[in-house]
């Protein structure tokens, strides 16, 4: 059975960093994708990145080009999403979920998902 666990969200002011961290099992981890998404109160649930367990191909969707690093740890079944710079623009509840082959951004290309933790920007 497939299994995500998100951990690292947490209150932080504008300009500081977070790490989040999506903690995967019950599947064989190389042949995935691994994307973390957010969304924030009234808005839709949108694709920020991804990465391939297979090879480490990565994708960053513009709104958080250059402010974020995600990052694979294959020994320990891991994917991590260092968020730098932050603003209150980032405030959402993250979610990774994982999904079979190639990278996407489509929310429907997704079977599992994690439960979310939320990240907070404010002064």
């Known amino acids: 059975q497939v299994h995500l666990v998100e951990s690292g969200g947490g209150s932080v002011q504008p300009g500081g960093s977070l790490r989040l961290s999506c903690a995967a099992s019950g599947f064989t981890l190389i042949y995935h994708t691994i994307a973390w998404f957010r969304q924030a109160p009234g808005k839709e649930r949108e694709g920020i990145s991804w990465i391939t367990l297979n090879d480490g191909h990565t994708y960053y969707a513009d709104s958080v080009k250059g402010r974020f690093t995600i990052s694979r740890d294959n020994a320990r079944n891991t994917v991590n999403l260092q968020m730098d710079s932050l603003t209150p623009e980032d405030t959402a509840v993250y979610y990774c979920?994982?999904?079979?082959?190639?990278?996407?951004?489509?929310?429907?290309?997704?079977?599992?998902w994690g439960q979310g933790t939320q990240v907070t920007v404010s002064a």
């Open positions: 979920a994982t999904r079979r082959g190639r990278g996407s951004t489509w929310i429907e290309d997704y079977v599992h």
